[in-house]
């Protein structure tokens, strides 16, 4: 899978890094996690709320590093 993070001002005044952090750990022993920081797409200029991340193609706004375990596992299914 596919997932993106957003490094941008908005999602890393929210949390982002830890978001990133998380991911990158579980990649790490995950081959088929694909992990990209990216700058804002536009998403928190949309009423998304920050952090956001994107799984193959899917938004997901408000994310914590509770919630990243259980949006990977569903998305995974
Ligand atoms: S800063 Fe993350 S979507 Fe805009």
Do not use: F, R
Not at 4 to 10: D, E, F, L, P, R
Not at 18 to 47: F, K, R, S, W
């Amino acid at each position: 899978m596919k997932v993106k993070v957003c490094v941008g001002t908005m999602c890393h005044l929210m949390g982002a890094s830890e978001i990133l952090t998380v991911i990158q750990e579980i990649a790490d022993n995950d081959p088929n996690i694909e992990l990209v920081a990216v700058t804002c797409p536009g998403y928190c200029h949309v009423g998304k709320k920050p952090p956001i991340i994107e799984i193959n193609g899917q938004v997901y706004e408000n994310v914590t590093v509770e919630s990243v375990y259980h949006i990977l596992k569903e998305v995974d299914k």
